[in-house]
């Protein structure tokens, strides 16, 4: 689960990690209010969105896709400057190189003093899969896409990993921070607030904080001018506040809403939907429609026990997809019965009056029955033994209809 | 032989008095697994009743070893509870007899738990922990076997292919494809889906070369970090047997959690055509449509003269 930088800066600040003074609005009076309020002639006016690359972005306008402005993170000399920066971002859609051709509606800005920067770094905290521990990464090129500088310069990317035992050490934080070329008070202002972010990232169950870039100003202090951070959703049994800090509109809302009957869903551009449990074989099956020439419409795992209610969910939402022309069931039945499922799979095409073709592959455990009662059944449901010919079969069937 | 868990290997079920321990206990039973009893804090001394028979429920793990002489363990306790309960049975097998195998079955253990249970369990270099987010090891026998985990037993059968997979179903597939070729298994293993669990891939292709019984590997992978990369890498100069392996996820766009947490294409990296790439580049056999695991697999051994 992702949060706004303004979400982010919060959390940073409750934590003793040193950030700039800033105001999160949604308007543009509050963005003049907000300028009025910071005492700083220079500003910087931020596009909040859950993607990356905003500075490099580009504002379009919502319908009439015209250009409106290049750059989704401005710096404004003036109030009449955050005024235009302010109208032409709030409401405007922004594309980034990770938002897709799309890009993404803004609807909050972040309004943040100015700042007296030496130099830019770049930090990250993630979960490392490989030590299955917490890594740190520091780099003196900040500001940069870190992609670029660990492809072309790796040298300059300086690692720590955090025993989960022993926790973060004073040396690691020491050898981090003169790896960067720090001494002095900025040393030390480095080390604090890394055990402080530290002690964030293992409290608030993130897997990731990147902060680029970190900034040494020119008083030797070390500020937090960017903020990503991401929470790991296993842990949200015990965040009460996460539900404040997430932003619907960021996420699908059809993925939301299979979330909450239990079904994992994914869109994507094809036409064929697919019904699957586990998500190993979710994305096998995926792939074998690809490899026989249709394209996917989704990943949706329906988890290891699912019941027919959602069957029934997983089908109507696959539907929702005006671009499904067809759907392939795959079930290998573990502690999910083949029986349930064909049950489930024929009350939900009727109950749907499903009108694309429909093929269902089953497995595993009481698959006879399953299959009985799908031939027993008067719908239009076509039979498959394994994957490839299921993945065949639907391919062919859509295919027919061209 | 086999890997880890032997056929008669003794099991105890962490969470045995509540509804999904219990019914996968019977099931395990059910398959003729040794089970000897389970771990409920607070429910010692009750019975638990599994194919008409009552089964002891201890207090704490190291009790429950104490009396059984267990050797594995599997765990059905909730996300908030497992990694504790994983902690707690590495903690007990260590101390009471050296080594002992933890199996974990729960899905959604937050990252962080397991950061922190993963290092307790390499400080205890007898004990092996497998999982978590994984449908756990099966032992198929002459008649019943080994089945600690959540896996269909119906579809086993006792032979000499060892299966190592990230992902549950897939690994069903993987054995009706062995099935569909007249082949059994020795040992097959999920080792789940999550960033950060215990047994990885070249823990199980060590075991399976240094296994008698396993003749020829499959390995089942899925997008997301690099771990089947280096398995490759490692395998080219350590296994002798053939290995054949599939990855799914090709179509998988970046940046997007597909159902496991792990599976996740990150900053370009850990997609399915690097790791395809690096099982052809170590000279394993790949099945580009898992229905065609068996086909490969029949290949693999007639070329290794097995067939």
């Known amino acids: 689960m992702n949060i706004h930088e303004y979400q982010g800066k919060t959390l940073l600040r409750e934590n003793n990690v040193a950030v700039l003074e800033g105001v999160h609005c949604t308007t543009v009076e509050q963005a003049l209010s907000a300028y009025d309020s910071l005492g700083s002639k220079v500003v910087a006016v931020k596009s909040q969105i859950h993607a990356g690359g905003r500075g490099k972005g580009t504002l379009y306008h919502p319908e009439t896709r015209e250009h409106v402005m290049d750059g989704g993170v401005k710096i404004a000399f003036s109030r009449e400057e955050v005024e235009s920066y302010a109208t032409n971002i709030l409401g405007n859609i922004l594309v980034t190189i990770q938002t897709g051709d799309e890009g993404k509606l803004v609807s909050n800005l972040y309004i943040e003093a100015g700042c007296d920067i030496a130099h830019e770094y770049y930090l990250a905290l993630l979960v490392d899969r490989d030590n299955k521990s917490v890594l740190i990464m520091a780099s003196t090129e900040g500001g940069m896409d870190i992609e670029d500088v660990a492809h072309n310069t790796p040298e300059l990317i300086h690692k720590v990993v955090v025993d989960p035992n022993a926790g973060l050490l004073g040396f690691q934080k020491r050898d981090l921070g003169m790896s960067l070329g720090l001494s002095g008070a900025a040393l030390k202002s480095f080390g604090k607030m890394l055990s402080n972010m530290y002690t964030m990232f293992v409290r608030e169950d993130c897997v990731m904080v990147e902060i680029n870039p970190l900034v040494r100003t020119g008083a030797d202090e070390i500020v937090a001018l960017d903020s990503k951070i991401s929470f790991d959703e296993n842990a949200e049994f015990r965040h009460k506040n996460w539900d404040d800090l997430r932003d619907l509109s960021e996420e699908e809302d059809v993925e939301i809403r299979a979330k909450e009957t239990g079904l994992s869903y994914v869109k994507l551009d094809g036409n064929i939907g697919c019904l699957v449990n586990g998500a190993g074989l979710a994305m096998a099956t995926m792939d074998v429609i690809k490899l026989y020439g249709g394209e996917p419409a989704n990943f949706l795992d329906v988890g290891g026990g699912a019941n027919e209610e959602q069957v029934k969910t997983a089908f109507s939402i696959i539907l929702e997809d005006p671009n499904v022309k067809g759907i392939l069931v795959n079930i290998f039945g573990g502690i999910m019965r083949c029986d349930i499922i064909a049950r489930g799979v024929i009350a939900a095409t009727e109950a749907l009056s499903l009108e694309v073709p429909l093929v269902v592959r089953l497995a595993g455990t009481n698959v006879d029955e399953g299959k009985a009662i799908l031939a027993a059944s008067t719908l239009n449901i076509h039979p498959a033994d394994d994957l490839a010919e299921g993945a065949q079969k639907i391919v062919a069937l859509i295919g027919g209809d061209e | ?307």
């Open chain 2, 1 to 307: 032989m086999s890997i880890w868990i032997e056929e008669d290997a003794k099991v105890l079920v962490q969470g045995i008095t509540g509804k999904q321990g219990m019914f996968h206990a019977d099931k395990m039973v059910e398959y003729g697994t040794n089970i000897v009893g389970g771990c409920t804090p607070g429910k010692g001394g009750q019975t638990v009743e599994l194919q008409g028979k009552p089964y002891p429920v201890w207090h704490s793990m190291s009790e429950a070893i104490e009396a059984t002489d267990a050797d594995a363990t599997v765990i059905y306790v909730p996300p908030p509870f497992a990694a504790e309960a994983i902690m707690e049975a590495a903690d007990a097998f260590d101390t009471i007899k050296g080594e002992g195998v933890v199996v974990c079955i729960t899905e959604g253990i937050p990252t962080l738990d397991m950061v922190k249970a993963v290092a307790y369990v390499e400080n205890r270099p007898g004990v092996r922990l497998i999982g978590p987010n994984c449908p756990g090891i099966i032992t198929p026998g002459e008649k019943g076997g080994a089945k600690i985990g959540i896996m269909p037993g119906h579809i086993h059968a006792k032979g000499r292919i060892g299966i190592v997979s990230k992902s549950g179903t897939l690994t069903y597939e993987a054995v009706a494809q062995t099935m569909s070729i007249d082949e059994g298994q020795s040992t097959c293993i999920g080792i789940g889906g999550d960033p950060v669990n215990g047994t990885g891939f070249i823990d199980c292709l060590a075991a399976f070369e240094a296994d008698p019984q396993t003749e020829a590997i499959i390995m089942i992978g899925e997008i997301g970090g690099n771990a089947e990369q280096e398995a490759a890498a490692w395998a080219a100069g350590n296994v002798t047997k053939p290995i054949v392996g599939f990855v799914a996820g090709a179509t998988a766009p970046p940046g997007k959690r597909m159902g496991h947490a792990g599976a996740i294409i990150s900053g370009g990296k850990g997609t399915a055509e690097e790791k395809f790439e690096a099982f052809r580049a170590a000279g394993i056999a790949c099945a580009m449509d898992p229905s065609e695991l068996g086909k490969v697999l029949l290949e693999s051994l007639k070329a290794a003269g097995l067939r």
